[in-house]
């Protein structure tokens, strides 16, 4: 890459201030509202029963197009985007249901409910693959895997890039919306060592977390000297001259785990989200660690990766604000066990609860962020302060409680089976295929993407290319991402790092 093209990259990334944080919330609405058309079609017309060519390009479109279409071309009119996939959804209401959609489920029989020696709430799975988080998770992936290689096009707007210092965009929110997905789903095993009443010392919790670790910390050293050695353009300010993302999430494990410990002492994750996020922001306020984070000489190790290194606390937070939430979308209540009534009760608890939390989240983020009423705080990814860490959480949240509220109205069997059988069939009518296998292999798929984002950069000259020229790149490049995932799952695959 010469360097007169190298310097025009790092500067089309740099000194920006981001955009209006509703035209975030616009444009991230295209994922549940496409996952809304999805389950209709899915639910109305058995769409997707049978999965051919015709399913997965329509899956595609809705679930993986639409979300590039929102980034790019419709970027300056994503609410008409939501207006266009919503319209389809009334449509297909008022087109009558087909026949294969309308056969009705047979109902498990007393024997399989039931034995002489089990109750139904032992039949049921009480931390079962819930498809509103699968798709929640996959939308989260697909939403970070394209903006990677968006963000060097100019068909992908600059405002939705990562700020420079204060300021909110899409791709900010998408590195906190990755950590924040990857707590709700590190509560599992929480709720398991919890249902079994058994108690994990410190030391095997941080040698598994450490095991975790290393493969990321592997990861990321192969992508500093890949970087340094293909002399790739790079944004220094981002977390630091050496330090990448994959780096941040491999501190992660060990300081969760430790974390954990003050569990028994403050019963609340969210709490010590809250806490920490808290601290830090009054380190940044009281000390002078703001100024040395933004306006330091990069002399030595540390202070050539101050970013990387500091914010890491903001994201820690962010991953146990992610675990919160986690711990009460995950478990199966035993109230849900025990009828369809019931279940169906629980699960309006559920949905009040994530609007609750929604709410919690976006009214302290507007105490932080007010100058007349509050902390007249400003967000930035760049510090990951407490502003940032609310932000991320409330938005999170609320995505979460849009996929919940979607497979409850069009899949209310799902929460409502009552035995293991009819709820991993009504779980997998309720969920996309793309969306699953995305999930599966969220962050093998996220090395993919980095990896095939660089050899892209490597070999085009983004910069120079129209918007219909990079529109077919970047679709090119989705339907590679989107198949690799979806052979992985085929294959029954799941690559753990």
């Known amino acids: 890459?010469?360097?007169?093209?190298?310097?025009?990259?790092?500067?089309?990334?740099?000194?920006?201030?981001?955009?209006?944080?509703?035209?975030?919330?616009?444009?991230?609405?295209?994922?549940?509202?496409?996952?809304?058309?999805?389950?209709?079609?899915?639910?109305?017309q058995g769409f997707f029963?049978?999965?051919?060519?015709?399913?997965?390009?329509?899956?595609?479109?809705?679930?993986?197009?639409?979300?590039?279409?929102?980034?790019?071309?419709?970027s300056g009119a994503s609410l008409l985007l939501n207006a266009l996939l919503t319209t389809s959804v009334v449509m297909l209401y008022i087109y009558p249901k087909s026949a294969t959609a309308s056969k009705r489920i047979a109902k498990p029989t007393k024997a399989q409910n039931e034995s002489p020696h089990t109750t139904k709430a032992e039949t049921l799975d009480p931390f079962p693959v819930r498809p509103f988080i699968t798709a929640y998770r996959g939308c989260m992936m697909i939403v970070t895997c394209l903006a990677i290689l968006a963000v060097d096009f100019r068909v992908f707007p600059r405002r939705f890039a990562k700020v420079e210092n204060w300021g909110?965009?899409?791709?900010?929110?998408?590195?906190?919306?990755?950590?924040?997905?990857?707590?709700?789903?590190?509560?599992?095993?929480?709720?398991?060592?919890?249902?079994?009443?058994?108690?994990?010392?410190?030391?095997s919790r941080l040698y598994a977390s450490i095991r975790h670790s290393l493969p990321l910390l592997?990861?990321?050293?192969?992508?500093?000297?890949?970087?340094?050695?293909?002399?790739?353009?790079?944004?220094?300010?981002?977390?630091?001259?050496?330090w990448n993302f994959f780096f941040t999430l491999a501190l992660l494990p060990p300081f969760v785990a430790m974390f954990q410990s003050l569990f028994?002492?403050?019963?609340?994750?969210?709490?010590?989200?809250?806490?920490?996020?808290?601290a830090y922001q009054a380190l940044l306020e009281f000390t002078s660690l703001k100024a040395y984070i933004l306006t330091a000489q990069r002399t030595d190790l540390l202070s050539k990766n101050r970013?990387?290194?500091?914010?890491?606390?903001?994201?820690?937070?962010?991953?146990?604000?992610?675990?919160?939430?986690?711990?009460?979308?995950?478990?199966?209540?035993?109230?849900?066990?025990?009828?369809?009534?019931?279940?169906?009760?629980?699960?309006t608890r559920l949905l009040k609860r994530l609007a609750s939390w929604s709410i919690a989240w976006a009214c302290l983020l507007f105490?932080?962020?007010?100058?007349?009423?509050?902390?007249?705080?400003?967000?930035?990814?760049?510090?990951?302060?407490?502003?940032?860490?609310?932000?991320?959480?409330?938005?999170?949240?609320?995505?979460?409680?849009?996929?919940?509220?979607?497979?409850?109205?069009?899949?209310?069997?799902?929460?409502k089976a009552m035995d293991n059988r009819t709820a991993g069939r009504e779980g997998d009518r309720a969920t996309s295929r793309i969306l699953r296998s995305y999930n599966r292999n969220g962050l093998a798929i996220f090395l993919v993407s980095n990896l095939l984002t660089g050899s892209i950069n490597m070999t085009i000259k983004?910069?120079?290319?129209?918007?219909?020229?990079?529109?077919?790149?970047?679709?090119?490049?989705?339907?590679?991402?989107?198949?690799?995932?979806?052979?992985?799952?085929?294959?029954?695959?799941?690559?753990?790092l």
């Open 307 to 347: 970013e990387g290194i500091f914010s890491f606390f903001g994201y820690l937070a962010i991953f146990l604000a992610g675990q919160a939430t986690g711990l009460y979308v995950l478990p199966r209540t035993k109230k849900e066990v025990a009828s369809p009534s019931t279940a169906g009760s629980e699960r």
């Open 462 to 496: 983004t910069l120079n290319k129209s918007t219909a020229e990079a529109m077919a790149i970047l679709t090119g490049y989705a339907v590679v991402l989107t198949i690799v995932a979806f052979a992985l799952d085929a294959k029954d695959i799941s690559i753990k």
């Open 1 to 44: 890459m010469s360097q007169s093209y190298k310097a025009l990259k790092e500067d089309f990334v740099s000194n920006l201030s981001g955009g209006d944080i509703n035209e975030i919330n616009y444009v991230t609405a295209v994922a549940p509202v496409a996952v809304l058309l999805w389950s209709v079609l899915q639910s109305r």
């Open 218 to 242: 592997v990861l990321g050293l192969v992508r500093l000297y890949s970087v340094k050695g293909l002399d790739y353009a790079e944004h220094i300010t981002e977390y630091g001259v050496h």
């Open 264 to 278: 028994a002492l403050i019963p609340s994750y969210a709490v010590l989200a809250l806490l920490l996020a808290s």
């Open 367 to 415: 105490f932080a962020l007010s100058y007349k009423y509050g902390l007249a705080l400003r967000v930035s990814r760049r510090l990951a302060n407490l502003p940032y860490v609310l932000w991320v959480s409330a938005f999170n949240c609320a995505q979460i409680l849009a996929f919940c509220l979607v497979e409850t109205l069009v899949f209310p069997s799902v929460h």
């Open 168 to 203: 909110t965009s899409l791709m900010d929110m998408g590195v906190g919306s990755f950590v924040f997905s990857a707590g709700v789903v590190a509560a599992r095993p929480i709720l398991k060592e919890q249902e079994a009443g058994t108690s994990v010392t410190l030391g």
């Open 49 to 74: 029963l049978r999965y051919g060519t015709e399913a997965f390009a329509v899956d595609f479109l809705l679930n993986v197009a639409a979300i590039l279409l929102a980034m790019t071309m419709y």
